[in-house]
């Protein structure tokens, strides 16, 4: 087996982890189980990872970096609210049409973490770190004074509902046309917001 670095080796792990979870869900997704999908050995892993429960943390934290460095490079300053609001949509629907994996193994551990009183903070943390993100590529995107005083957060939890709801469409029905539900469905509420202002 070739060298590699702790993070390089950590980084293996949660591949694996995020693998074993899409495929079977939370509950199989035992240190054994991922080790084997690693192609390494329990003891390597327990190095990497003191516990399961860490390295499913490690799991769920990469599920939201991927979808927030999808979207960040979509994101200019000065490049105006609506098409920011717009871009950061196209964002996560691209993420989810490209790696479906990513968007499964989020509701996946999301449900996991709602249903166990120790995990259940992981599921607003992920929200959270989801929505903050949103709320500031949003803001450095504000073109005006009145795109700055909007409510970025309202949109950017408007647009995360709407893409987690196309997305679990597009799971489980395979279709082609979650772009489309991501992109009216954002731009109906962008088109509200203009009226209100």
Known sequence: MAYLSLVERRREFINAGMRVVAREGVARATTRR?????????????????????????VFDTTVSEAMS???????????????ALEVARGYA?????????????????FWALRHPHARH????AYRRCVDGSVQLLREA???AEESAADHEGIARQIIATVDGAALQFISLGDDVLEEIVEHGVADMLDHLNDRC
């Open 34 to 58: 991922i080790a084997e999908e690693a192609d390494a050995s329990t003891a390597s892993l327990h190095y990497c990872f003191a516990n399961k429960a860490e390295l499913l943390e490690a």
């Open 70 to 84: 999808a979207i960040r490079r979509r994101i200019r300053p000065d490049m105006g609210l609506v098409t920011a």
């Open 94 to 110: 691209r993420l989810v049409r490209q790696q479906p994996d990513i968007q499964l193994v989020f509701t996946e551990m999301n």
């Open 122 to 125: 992981l599921a607003s943390r």
């Open 142 to 144: 504000c073109a005006s």
